[in-house]
């Protein structure tokens, strides 16, 4: 009997040296892809943070500027530059003080009474308080930028008209509907 012998001409599946090759390219490019991830999600946090601290200082330094607008007497308001100064109605146990000033000093926005000057927000590029003459509505306006943030701020406030006869101003009561 003749021994016949059977060569393959196609082989089918692959060697254990390419399956192995495969393998150490497709970790390769997933150690690139994940460096790339990685620094991705780094800058974005980074830029986050940066964000957030920036427009936190200054969301707190115009709350601080409209609530004291707000308590002033819209005839003691005196805008001019970068300075927006004016007498409150009533000071506080913690600040007795009633003229008050903000005004950029350098790349700040300080608060100074008689007590002496206060950093409320730094990092400000632009700060343009301005009063419409006829309403008395005040507008605070600044700008910060940090390294590559800049956020821009602006809010408008309606001083407190004073009670009837000067003093402090009184809430108006609101009527309760009669059945």
Do not use: C
Request: charged fraction near 20%; glycine fraction near 8%.
């Amino acid at each position: 009997m003749r021994y016949r012998h059977h060569h393959r001409s196609s082989a089918k599946g692959y060697s254990l040296i390419e399956l192995a090759l495969v393998i150490v390219l497709m970790a390769i490019l997933a150690g690139f892809a994940f460096q790339a991830i990685l620094k991705s999600v780094s800058i974005y946090v980074t830029s986050s943070r940066d964000y957030l601290m920036v427009s936190q200082g200054g969301r707190i330094a115009m709350e601080k500027m409209i609530r004291e607008v707000r308590e002033t007497n819209p005839g003691s308001i005196a805008v001019g530059g970068e300075t927006i100064s004016f007498t409150k109605h009533i000071g506080t146990p913690e600040d007795p003080n009633l003229m008050v000033t903000f005004s950029k000093n350098g790349s700040e926005i300080v608060r100074t009474t008689t007590a002496g000057t206060f950093d409320l927000v730094d990092n400000i590029s632009i700060f343009n308080p301005s009063q419409d003459i006829g309403t008395k509505v005040v507008t605070i306006d600044f700008t910060l930028s940090k390294e590559n943030t800049t956020i821009r701020m602006r809010s408008a406030v309606w001083p407190r008209q004073p009670a009837p006869g000067g003093g402090i101003p009184t809430p108006t009561p609101i009527p309760t509907p009669t059945p």
